[in-house]
């Protein structure tokens, strides 16, 4: 048997150089990620519901005339003002939750990083839930003061068709007739919805995952079976934040349908539409809400995994055990 030829003494063989690990983000470079993949799930998910929130919106603002749920609401929008009215504020919903996502995905993710930075990393994992709930909170409340000139608007679009043509014209006659309070009339009931909803919306998936996830183990599944834990850990949030929620989402839409009487404070206007309302009344249209928020989450969580994915952002905090 030949036996092998040996190098020339001259020829140098190249290095076996071992597969580089794709690097691991941390600071900006990850945080600018999370912001970047929270606005595009909220704004696409959003967006693409738009003539669900339409429905929900008239159902909840003028309940004598949107009385035969979700599919006759549709068939009544569509027959007395056409299919294109479904689409009423898709401009300011885009806008506004692309803003709103950035700062609440993001910040979430960001506040549970200070939450270990201040307590440790063990103290945080074993508090979790309270962990979750704070940055929750401390993210919405900055996502808001984004949103909630867009909502604004977007609810006067909705409810008024012949407001404006659009976002930028129904912006500018917001801020020319009312100024720049006219924006913030609902931010007291935006953040009495929003807070509670995503602070549910995050605690409910982040348990519902965890429990997944001490049964198969992450690592042991695939990217698509991630996906499908995304899916339902979103949607069951979703239901839960939506419920927790629907008072205050029929509260900012009657608050922003109309301007308050002159010197009436937010504070009296509130106490007032509640007074109306009553807990029945404020529950008014949570069949369509149920739905469309349901649809939301699950689809923005789904979304928001893979965009992460796909900009190797795999930092994130992750503190359960």
Do not use: W
Request: charged share 15%; with cysteine.
């Amino acid at each position: 048997m030949a036996s092998a030829t040996p190098p020339s003494p001259g020829l140098v063989l190249p290095a076996v150089v071992p597969a580089k690990a794709p690097e691991k983000l941390t600071g900006l470079s990850l945080y600018s990620r999370f912001a970047f993949a929270g606005a595009v799930c909220c704004a696409v998910t959003h967006g693409a519901l738009t003539p669900v929130d339409v429905v929900k919106t008239r159902i909840q603002l003028d309940p004598k005339t949107y009385n035969n749920g979700m599919i006759g609401g549709f068939r009544k929008v569509v027959a007395s003002e056409g299919a294109a009215a479904l689409l009423t504020g898709v401009g300011p919903t885009f806008a506004g939750y692309f803003l709103q996502g950035a700062f609440k995905f993001g910040g979430y993710e960001f506040f549970k990083q200070q939450s270990i930075n201040v307590l440790g990393y063990e103290t945080a994992s074993n508090n979790r839930t309270a962990v979750y709930l704070t940055s929750a909170a401390l993210a919405e409340f900055f996502a808001d003061i984004a949103l909630c000139p867009l909502e604004a608007t977007r609810i006067r679009l909705v409810s008024e068709p012949t407001f404006a043509n659009g976002l930028l014209s129904g912006f500018g006659k917001i801020a020319k007739n009312e100024g720049f309070a006219g924006f913030y009339s609902g931010f007291g009931p935006i953040l009495f919805k929003q807070v509670p909803y995503t602070m549910a919306k995050f605690v409910v998936y982040e348990k519902v995952a965890e429990s997944f996830y001490s049964q198969f183990p992450k690592s042991s599944l695939s990217d698509g079976a991630q996906t499908g834990v995304n899916l339902g850990a979103g949607l069951i949030a979703g239901f839960a934040a939506a419920i927790v929620s629907q008072p205050a989402d029929t509260m900012l839409s009657k608050i922003n349908k109309t301007k308050g009487a002159p010197g009436e404070s937010t504070t009296s206007r509130l106490i007032k539409i509640a007074r109306e309302l009553g807990i029945r009344g404020s529950y008014t249209g949570i069949g369509a809400r149920l739905f469309l928020v349901g649809l939301i989450t699950a689809g923005q969580f789904s979304i928001y995994g893979d965009i992460k994915k796909a900009m190797n952002a795999t930092g994130g905090v992750e503190l359960a055990k």
